[in-house]
């Protein structure tokens, strides 16, 4: 009995920890990469499995740690949104990284949402952004 106590307890923070609190963690790492400490650098800021819902505080927050390390260019590397009509909250989180380069692909989230590739490509043009499909890019 206790150990049917036990495993439900467990199952039950699991989904607590995989609804409440992974979800908001912001995890921040730098690395430099420069041979010669002596170059000018570049600062990439990479974003992975965003899934944006909505604009709220764990979005607001990543905005603006994104604004406050000064990018000189984004990668979103998919998985930013997961669901097809979630197009406009897109376009809210993106207007509000301003004027920094953005190169994104896609996610396996948005294959399976079934997002509209084309209007999702759109969306990030009209930010002056690239939505990279089979494509490479150079910055």
């Known amino acids: 009995m206790y150990y049917r106590i036990a495993v439900s307890g467990l199952i039950i923070l699991i989904g607590l920890y995989a609804t409440l609190i992974e979800p908001q963690w912001l995890d921040i790492k730098t690395h430099d990469l420069r041979q010669d400490i002596n170059l ?29 390390l000064d990018a000189d260019l984004i990668v979103l590397s998919g998985d930013v949104i997961d669901k097809a009509d979630h197009l406009s909250i897109l376009h809210s989180f993106l207007k509000e990284l301003g004027e920094i380069p953005v190169i994104a692909v896609l996610g396996n989230w ?8 084309q209007e999702l490509s759109e969306e990030y043009q009209h930010h002056n952004m690239r939505l990279l499909v089979n494509d490479v890019a150079s910055f």
């Open 110 to 117: 948005e294959h399976w949402a079934g997002v509209n590739i």
């Open 40 to 68: 000018d650098s570049i600062r990439v800021v990479h974003l992975a499995d965003l899934h944006i819902q909505n604009i709220g505080s764990r979005e607001t927050k990543v905005i603006n740690q994104v604004i406050a």
